[in-house]
Structures are given as C-alpha cells and as structure tokens.
C-alpha cells in the first residue's frame, strides 16, 4: 500500500469515524501497511472494526493500521476453513508448493469460492478400542440397553486407586478428598486434613471388612498402652523433647 492508496483507506474510514485524513497520516499508515494492498478484504476489515462495539459504551471507536492488518488476516483465514489441497501425480516438492500458495492465495483472496462441505472422517475405530470394548463384552455397532451400566462400568474404570478412591466409612470424606480431624472452626467446618487416611478407609481400600467390637475395643486399649507408656518414658526423662501424641492420627 502506497500514500495515495492509505489515502484512500483513510477516506473510508473517515466515513465511520469522522477523521480528518492528512498527507502526514496516508504516508505513515502506508509504512505500517505496506505489504497489505489496497483491495476489498482491506475494506472490509474497517468495516468489521466498526460493526463490533466498544468495551466502553462511552468509549469512541478509533481504526489503527494494526487493525486493518489483524482483521483482513481473519477474513481470508475463514475463508480456507474447509480448504483441503489438491495435489496431482508425481509433483515434485516445488511444484507441490507452488501449487499450494496458488490454491490458498486463489481461495483466501476471494477469486476462487471457498469450500462449503467440511470434509468427512473416514474409517472405522482403531484396533485398540475394539480390543477394550471386547474385553469388556462389547462389540462395534452394538446397542446399549441400559445406559447406566456402561457408565457405572467406565466410572469403576476410572475410580483412582488406594484408599482415597472410596468414601471414609469412618468421617465420610468424598472420593478424592482427604480425611479430616475430628471438629472444626470458622477456616475449616468440616475439620483439618489428616496426613493419612483412617484405618477403617485402608481397611476398605484394601477389601477388608470393618473391625468387630472386640477388635476396635483391643485397638483402642493398644492405643492408650502406648500412649502411657510414651508419657512413663518422658517422666523417667528417657524422651528429653516430648511430642505429643494425637491418638486420632494413630488410630
């Protein structure tokens, strides 16, 4: 684009913004824009400026050479949205290059119509999804009867493993969530993340059943034993630095 053709850009966006148009303005939008001719996609660039309003109600629309520039890009792009090469026999590397340029500059520009059809994926599914669709007892083109057993199949399918895979039988923390302490305050309701989950949690992760009365009662004397005997120790001055002891996170 010359200063007689920014002129003329100039002139059409006066019409949408009232501009004063100058030599001084055609000579310095003709540096900025001096490999984007002067043709009808450079028009409609302005005007696709103006069609989008403002961030700002109170705000006045002002075109900028990086517009143009940015919004006529975007206007021959769309226009090679459905554009798939048509390559010939045996062409070699620079012909399939210039061929390339020839059709993509011909389509962008507005020459030759863009494609309309989007062009059709072709094929069946890959070797790999047959092979886990039938080990799971399913076959391509089978009908579902019940959809809810296939997504209560891929939920046990995705389900992470260990023993934050399952809701806490013992405080009920969701799938993914840690256990918590037992209480709470204004930070944390529902109690402070424990650094390991609860032993009931480990049990069902592992497939284990819930303790027996019995067995939780012997768990819990074994905590209390160990605990008096830690404290005995810190008393006889074995432990000089005494930590305490949260009988919850050792439970």
């Given at each position: 684009m010359n200063p007689r053709e920014a002129a003329h850009l100039l002139g059409h966006c006066a019409a949408f913004d009232n501009r004063k148009p100058s030599q001084a303005a055609a000579i310095a939008w003709a540096a900025a824009l001096h490999d984007v001719p002067l043709d009808d996609d450079a028009k409609a660039a302005v005007a696709s400026y103006y069609t989008t309003p403002p961030k700002d109600p109170e705000a006045k629309l002002w075109i900028l050479p990086h517009h143009v520039r940015t919004l006529r890009s975007k206007i021959r792009s769309a226009r090679l949205e459905n554009f798939q090469y048509e390559p010939i026999a045996d062409e070699t590397v620079p012909e399939y290059l210039a061929r390339l340029r020839g059709q993509t500059q011909a389509i962008a520009s507005g020459r030759v119509p863009?494609?309309?059809g989007r062009l059709a994926l072709e094929g069946g599914?890959?070797?790999?999804?047959?092979?886990?669709?039938?080990?799971r007892g399913w076959s391509v083109g089978q009908d579902v009867p019940d959809e809810n057993t296939v997504e209560a199949e891929l939920i046990d399918t995705v389900r992470r493993s260990g023993p934050l895979g399952i809701e806490?039988?013992?405080c009920h923390a969701a799938i993914g969530k840690p256990c918590k302490t037992p209480g709470g305050g204004d930070k944390q309701p529902l109690g402070k993340p424990r650094a390991n989950p609860h032993s009931a949690r480990l049990r069902a992760a592992n497939g284990e059943g819930e303790?027996?009365?019995?067995?939780?009662?012997?768990?819990?004397?074994r905590v209390r034993a160990r605990t008096e005997q830690y404290f005995a120790r810190i008393e006889a001055g074995e432990i000089p630095d005494a930590v305490i002891v949260d009988e919850e996170a050792a439970s």
């Open positions: 863009a494609p309309t599914p890959s070797k790999q999804f047959v092979a886990e669709l039938e080990a806490c039988p013992s303790l027996t009365a019995e067995q939780r009662a012997a768990e819990e004397q």
